[in-house]
């Protein structure tokens, strides 16, 4: 007899999903036992629910297909929430299978009763109890569709333990995910017309856009137009580097948003939407589209945008072509570490075909400019915001990808939050190159103070933004994970230690001491 764990990871393989991040708990046990009897699955132990939930994200954001997670109840649920919430806003496929207990036992509202059903809900996905072993593989079936529906999302299966270790699971063959929408033929030609009018346009593009087709699709527009072609904030996944066009991000702040935007007339948005601040300031606009300018969509998170956008392009650039970056020689630079120099060190030493797990907030303001002749790469930064997310998603890009070096940046702030992953990056032996940027600050938090205008803090408040007492020494840290380390004060010890660091099979971490921004 088959039981419902086995028969919903039968299920999960066979729709494509081959890895299992997991922290779990006693009414998840009979899902562990089953890995034993589907070796094809592969389990990832992880130390804290967020590392698993980021993981997860990682994972997709490379492979394109999603990974399972395996979370213990309500409270497992709520601390992997965060990198929950940066997945649900990268729009990426993940399975989120959360254990509950078993049905007769929900009455007696033990010590770890919750409500999963409103957590879940909190993602904006799909979300669903399992309620029969005959029921599981279709159930599981559907998730996997749900995950990769356009655009993609969180999926959440709700797995009570009876029912997990109960005979009479039944497995379920692949359903197919729901294709996106085509682009809306009357709105391309529309939109070219704008671009036609000579008018000041800015063309942002988001998503599925910010791989190469889509981006060469956006600067043949922009080189025939004379448009200005952005990508969005905080991209899922964004591909740059020699041979790719070299387009710039939107500025995080507010004020360098609307500087880029100053004088637009038309705002054309694919894969994403009108640009807004990240947090509301006294008496400073929430939206940051210009005072007259027209927003227009050529396509919206549901709809093929790399499609959209190439029939953009050959109505207004048909017989133009990209303009690609070229490869770019940076020098290496000497002496003490600082904001603007750590950056260059990366720049010259990146190797090919890397994967950049950002992380490195206010350190990493430079890193764009520095690294656009770079060999190609990927750069996958914090979509929704939620600090912590740079190591874990390093581990699950480490595991989609691990013939590709994975380089994490990472703040010190907020590699505090996951700082477990390094004990998974170890035990996985994964590739993954981490330059801790330690700044000793919540840097990020001193520049709030003053853009908020609370001014810049007496003794109390600098004491809430300060991580310099004591000083966290993450290479010892990371030596007690089981990953090697070193400390580089210098450019040249960072080059050093960064040429090893990749050169070498497995993880290790670069403590790379700089002064803070502010």
């Given at each position: 007899?088959?039981?419902g764990?086995?028969?919903?990871?039968f299920?999960?393989?066979?729709a494509g999903?081959?890895?299992?991040?997991?922290n779990?708990g006693t009414?998840?046990?009979h899902f562990v036992a089953?890995l034993?009897d589907?070796p094809?699955?592969?389990?990832?132990?992880?130390?804290f629910?967020?590392?698993v939930?980021?993981?997860a994200?990682?994972?997709?954001?490379?492979?394109g297909?999603?990974?399972?997670?395996?979370l213990?109840?309500?409270p497992?649920?709520?601390?992997?929430?965060?990198n929950?919430?940066?997945?649900r806003r990268?729009h990426v496929?993940?399975?989120?299978?959360?254990g509950?207990?078993?049905?007769?036992?929900?009455?007696?509202?033990?010590?770890l009763?919750s409500?999963?059903?409103?957590?879940?809900?909190?993602?904006?996905?799909?979300?669903r109890?399992?309620g029969s072993?005959?029921s599981i593989g279709?159930d599981?079936a559907?998730a996997?569709a749900a995950a990769q529906?356009?655009p993609?999302?969180?999926a959440?299966?709700?797995?009570p333990?009876?029912?997990?270790?109960?005979?009479g699971?039944?497995?379920?063959?692949p359903?197919?995910?729901?294709?996106p929408?085509?682009?809306?033929a009357s709105?391309v030609?529309?939109?070219?017309?704008?671009?036609?009018n000579g008018?000041?346009?800015v063309l942002?593009?988001g998503g599925?856009?910010n791989?190469?087709?889509?981006q060469?699709?956006a600067d043949?527009?922009a080189?025939?137009?004379?448009a200005t072609?952005?990508?969005?904030t905080?991209?899922a996944?964004h591909t740059r580097?020699?041979?790719?066009?070299a387009l710039?991000r939107?500025g995080?702040?507010?004020?360098?948003?609307?500087?880029?935007?100053?004088?637009?007339?038309?705002?054309?948005?694919a894969?994403?939407?009108?640009?807004?601040s990240?947090?509301a300031?006294?008496?400073?606009?929430s939206?940051?589209?210009?005072d007259?300018?027209h927003?227009?969509t050529l396509a919206?998170?549901?709809?093929?945008v790399?499609a959209?956008l190439?029939q953009?392009?050959?109505?207004?650039?048909?017989d133009?072509?990209?303009?690609l970056?070229?490869?770019t020689?940076?020098e290496?630079?000497t002496g003490?570490?600082t904001?603007?120099?750590?950056v260059q060190?990366?720049?010259?030493l990146?190797?090919?075909?890397?994967?950049?797990?950002d992380?490195s907030?206010?350190?990493?303001?430079m890193l764009?400019?520095?690294t656009?002749?770079?060999?190609?790469h990927?750069?996958l930064?914090?979509t929704g915001?939620?600090?912590?997310?740079?190591l874990?998603?390093?581990?699950g890009?480490?595991?989609?990808?691990p013939d590709?070096?994975?380089?994490?940046?990472?703040?010190?702030?907020?590699a505090?939050?996951?700082?477990?992953a390094?004990?998974?990056m170890?035990r996985e032996n994964l590739?993954?190159t981490?330059?801790?940027i330690n700044n000793?600050?919540?840097?990020?938090?001193r520049?709030e103070l003053m853009?908020?205008?609370?001014?810049?803090g007496?003794?109390?408040?600098?004491q809430?933004l300060?991580?310099a007492?004591?000083?966290?020494?993450?290479?010892?840290?990371?030596?007690g994970?089981?990953?090697?380390s070193?400390?580089?004060?210098t450019?040249?010890e960072?080059?050093?230690q960064f040429?090893?660091a990749v050169a070498?099979?497995?993880?290790?971490l670069?403590?790379a001491?700089?002064p803070p921004?502010l």
């Open positions: 007899m088959t039981t764990a086995q028969a919903l990871i299920t999960l393989l066979d999903v081959e890895v299992c991040f997991a779990p009414s998840e046990m089953a034993d589907v094809e699955m592969r389990g990832v132990l992880c130390l629910e967020g590392v939930t980021g993981a994200d990682g994972y997709a954001r490379i492979a297909t999603p990974a399972a997670t395996l213990h109840l309500g497992g649920m709520g601390n992997g929430l965060a929950l919430h940066n997945a990268a496929p993940l399975v989120n299978v959360v509950d207990h078993a049905t007769y036992h929900k009455q007696y509202d033990a010590p009763e409500d999963i059903e409103a957590l879940a809900q909190w993602t904006h996905g799909w979300v109890r399992i072993g005959a279709a599981a559907d996997v529906a356009t993609a999302q969180v959440t299966l709700i797995l333990a009876d029912i997990s270790w109960s005979d699971g039944e497995p379920a063959g359903v197919d995910p729901a294709p929408a085509s682009p809306d709105a030609a529309a939109i070219a017309e704008v671009f036609r008018e000041r346009a942002l593009i599925a856009a791989g190469e087709a889509g060469r699709a043949r527009i080189a025939a137009t004379g072609a952005l990508v969005e905080f991209p996944r580097g020699a041979g790719v066009p710039d939107l995080y702040l507010a004020e360098a948003a609307m500087a880029q935007l100053e004088g637009v007339e038309h705002l054309i948005v894969g994403t939407g009108a640009p807004v990240f947090f300031y006294p008496g400073k606009a939206s940051l589209v210009p007259g300018a927003v227009h919206g998170p549901d709809t093929d790399v959209a190439e953009l392009a050959e109505l207004v650039a048909p133009v072509e990209p303009r970056a070229q490869p020689a940076v290496l630079p003490d570490l904001v603007q120099n750590w060190v990366v720049a010259a990146l190797p090919e075909n890397a994967i950049v797990s992380e907030n206010t350190s990493g303001v764009p400019a520095a656009a002749g770079s060999p190609r990927d750069v930064t914090l915001g939620a600090i912590g997310q740079g874990p998603v390093s581990v890009a480490a595991i989609a990808a590709r070096p994975v380089i994490a940046l990472q703040a010190d702030g907020s505090a939050y996951t700082i477990s390094l004990w998974t170890a590739n993954v981490v330059v801790l000793h600050a919540y840097a990020i938090l520049l853009r908020t205008g609370a001014g810049t007496g003794p109390k408040a600098q809430l300060d991580l007492n004591p000083d966290m020494d993450f290479a010892k840290v990371a030596d994970f089981g990953v090697p070193s400390v580089a004060t450019c040249e960072l080059a050093e040429s090893v070498e099979p497995g993880p290790h670069i403590d001491r700089i921004l």
